[in-house]
């Protein structure tokens, strides 16, 4: 009787481990799917800092590198005709300067400012200028690229003009290599389907 007794408080003190297990994972599982890259705060090019998960919140956001001396800076144009086409409907365009690439955006902010309005009329948002590789790259483009945290859409920056395809939670659902144009079929595709969902 006494060792039946005990085999019962064993088992049912395995079975609460469990539940609380479960219960435990359940949460870690719920933290988890609330991370994504744009809770980190980051600065305008104007020097205003920026948390942006607040300021895109609800909002479809293409994140895209940037540079001013690329073969792939008429991309700008196409960019700014999708903002002006689609920023009604909660498509936000963020562009990244970034230098990292053959020197290809040695300008300061004020610079890259006045290039991007002068020539590309450009009314989209742009960041601060910084690494998207390495040690010192942005946590944002760390976060991007990390196999840990963006396994479906890791990998290192392969140039200027890579674009990453956020949805309404600020989640990653889709990145373009620099040469796809920000109007090609795929790009809209996929940025037309995330902008259809509820907000």
């Not at 409907?89 to 290039?115: D, K, S």
């Not at 963006?150 to 956020?166: H, Q, S, V, Y």
Request: with cysteine; net charge neutral.
């Amino acid at each position: 009787m006494k060792s039946y007794f005990v085999l019962t408080m064993v088992v049912l003190g395995a079975l609460a481990m469990n539940q609380t297990t479960t219960a435990k994972g359940a949460k870690d599982d719920a933290a988890d799917a609330k991370v994504t890259p744009l809770n980190l705060e980051m600065e305008t090019l104007e020097g205003k800092k920026v948390n942006l998960a607040e300021k895109y919140k609800g909002k479809v956001v293409l994140l895209v590198n940037v540079a001013s001396k690329c073969g792939l800076t008429p991309q700008y144009k196409q960019l700014e005709a999708l903002h002006e086409k689609y920023t009604k409907e909660g498509l936000a365009i963020v562009g990244v300067p970034c230098n990292q690439f053959a020197n290809q955006e040695p300008g300061t902010a004020a610079e890259i400012t006045e290039f991007c309005e002068k020539n590309y009329g450009v009314e989209f948002d742009l960041l601060a200028k910084v690494d998207v590789n390495g040690d010192d790259a942005a946590p944002l483009y760390k976060f991007l690229t990390s196999k840990d945290k963006n396994k479906d859409f890791a990998g290192k920056i392969t140039w200027n003009f890579e674009k990453f395809l956020f949805n309404r939670d600020g989640q990653v659902v889709a990145r373009f290599t620099p040469k796809t144009k920000p109007d090609a079929p795929e790009v809209v595709e996929a940025i037309e389907t995330e902008l259809a969902k509820s907000k």
